[in-house]
């Protein structure tokens, strides 16, 4: 997010291509795609039956910042300090464990069978991944799914999956995630849940931490939405629902994957670990086919530990001030 509590900056440098493939498509055989395009697991993690997606995803967090962007933490004794939510988040990446993103790819989809279908994709500096998705509905009630798995190496120079890196390696890269997702609607009263969770591992951390014992190289997230889809307006479907996100976050990797100064917090000097928490409550409402209008109000809560070398062991707690944000607008798609 190109924000802060001082500034925003609406870059033109924040513009990207989303999609350039070509695919062949058999009934049978299923279907190629090769160019600038999704990876197997993109969307696995974002399931959902219900119309959510404008407000809430599992990559809403996002917004607090990434790379080098986003909010400065305020700890609980009120300084504001040099450290941004962008720092150890989401370590450069713009997504969520377990959630793929757009790359130059080759990738093959089977057809659906009995609503099932597989996926697998390969390319760019080795990102390889493969996922599972179904699709169905019985006794009243509509179900999706979906679970993929990730591995990344030999990552490109702007390390975009947030992967460890060693000094004497400017490339070599070890990290690999799983994720997944699934949502459930009541089709007669519109009452619906949805799920999503990530689990990530990167084998570089502890290396990058000289192997001192105790370092935290795992991270993990989960998602839960619960709430009612109903028609009582006549423009279109109104979608009200609660949702909660968790992150835990383990060693302290910067942006480029290095360590992670945590210093500005004003303890120790690198970051072992950390607990992200997002609540709050919203609303959809559809006006016509791809326009949406929404809101939803929601509180952030964060606690931060840090040590002298990095490992779990002996770490320090600072409690992040808590703050809440209020998001309103609508989406227009086309």
Excluded at 82 to 110: A, I, Q
Excluded at 213 to 218: H, K, L, R, S
Excluded at 244 to 253: N, R
């Amino acid at each position: 997010a190109p924000m802060d509590q001082f500034d925003y900056d609406p870059s033109s440098e924040l513009m990207e291509i989303r999609h350039t493939y070509w695919y062949a498509k058999n009934a049978r055989l299923g279907q190629v795609t090769l160019g600038h395009g999704p990876q197997a697991t993109d969307s696995a993690t974002e399931v959902t039956l219900a119309n959510t997606t404008s407000i809430m995803s599992p990559g809403l967090p996002i917004l607090l910042g990434y790379f080098t962007r986003g909010w400065f933490m305020r700890r609980d004794d009120g300084e504001l300090s040099g450290l941004r939510f962008g720092d150890f988040l989401f370590k450069g990446r713009n997504d969520v464990l377990g959630e793929g993103h757009r790359w130059n790819v080759v990738r093959y989809d089977t057809p659906a069978i009995g609503g099932v279908t597989l996926s697998a994709s390969w390319g760019e500096d080795d990102a390889m991944d493969a996922a599972i998705r179904y699709s169905g509905a019985t006794a009243g009630f509509k179900f999706a799914a979906a679970a993929g798995i990730g591995e990344w190496s030999d990552g490109d120079p702007g390390n975009q999956r947030g992967c460890a890196k060693l000094a004497s390696s400017t490339t070599d890269l070890k990290c690999w995630e799983v994720g997944g997702s699934a949502s459930i609607m009541h089709e007669a009263t519109g009452l619906f849940v949805n799920a999503a969770a990530g689990y990530g591992r990167d084998e570089v951390v502890r290396s990058l931490y000289g192997s001192v014992a105790g370092i935290d190289d795992t991270e993990a997230f989960y998602y839960l939405v619960a709430g009612i889809e109903q028609q009582w307006l006549p423009i279109g479907k109104t979608t009200l629902f609660g949702q909660y996100w968790h992150k835990d976050v383990g060693a302290g990797i910067n942006f480029r994957g290095g360590q992670l100064d945590a210093s500005p917090l004003g303890a120790d000097a690198r970051l072992s670990g950390a607990d992200v928490s997002i609540y709050g409550l919203s609303a959809n409402q559809t006006l016509a086919e791809g326009v949406d209008l929404y809101v939803s109000l929601n509180r952030t809560e964060t606690e931060v530990r840090t040590s002298a070398s990095g490992a779990v062991t002996g770490s320090t707690v600072t409690k992040i001030e808590p703050f809440t944000f209020l998001m309103a607008g609508m989406a227009v798609r086309f």
